[in-house]
């Protein structure tokens, strides 16, 4: 066979090989259920980063809560010292870190809003994996059965009894004609008169008349 022959045929088998497997039912649930299994994982991914981001922002608005206080007291501080300057400087940075807290709260509430979304997002995706993996092992032995009942089906439309009848009907009719064979000899030999061979006619009557003569 050569090269250029053989290898179409591994080409036109690799391609029906995957054209079976497209067809195959049980094929392409599996093939549905890995694709959604991908989304979930990277579903989870992203609410992973989601909690991480809103982790971050909760302790971004702590920190910047927690030096808000701390310029207070050193404004009041400062304040009870007579150093206005320094008042003045604490202030300052006191409005800075109000106007980032109140930016940080912001963003906060926003990626809360989007955790709380994406968490729901998740748990829709996970309960509609669960229900495909029962409808998966639903299909699977409906798949299943129904290859058992066409192979049951096959191998009774496969199996002839003509010729099993035929065979048998010979049989019959040779047995028939055995048994006619013995009726017809047995009436034959109990019609047949047995008779004495003509050639020996005179000594069987010579000695017949001997023997009685022998008895008188």
């Known amino acids: 066979m050569g090269i250029f022959k053989r290898m179409k045929q591994i080409v036109l088998a690799d391609i029906h090989d995957v054209l079976d497997k497209a067809e195959d039912?049980?094929?392409?649930v599996g093939q549905y259920l890995r694709g959604m299994e991908e989304q979930l994982a990277r579903a989870q991914k992203a609410f992973s980063d989601q909690l991480f981001l809103e982790k971050k922002y909760e302790m971004l608005v702590e920190e910047t809560q927690a030096i808000i206080e701390k310029r207070v007291r050193q404004v009041n501080l400062a304040m009870d010292r007579n150093?206005?300057?320094i008042a003045k400087l604490a202030l300052q940075e006191k409005i800075v870190q109000e106007q980032k807290l109140a930016s940080y709260k912001q963003q906060q509430e926003t990626?809360?809003?989007q955790t709380a979304n994406l968490s729901e997002k998740v748990?829709?995706?996970k309960d509609k994996y669960e229900e495909l993996k029962l409808k998966q092992q639903e299909l699977i032995a409906r798949a299943n059965t129904a290859k058992a009942v066409k192979a049951i089906q096959a191998a009774i439309h496969s199996f002839s009894t003509d010729n099993a009848m035929r065979g048998f009907a010979r049989m019959e009719d040779r047995i028939l004609a055995l048994e006619a064979e013995a009726?017809?000899?047995q009436a034959f030999a109990a019609h047949r008169q047995p008779s004495v061979n003509t050639l020996l006619q005179p000594e069987v009557e010579l000695q017949l008349e001997q023997l009685k003569a022998a008895k008188a």
Do not use: N
Request: aromatic share 0%; charged share 30%.
């Open 25 to 28: 039912p049980i094929s392409m």
């Open 83 to 85: 150093q206005d300057e």
């Open 111 to 113: 990626i809360q809003a």
């Open 123 to 125: 748990k829709e995706l």
């Open 183 to 185: 009726k017809a000899s």
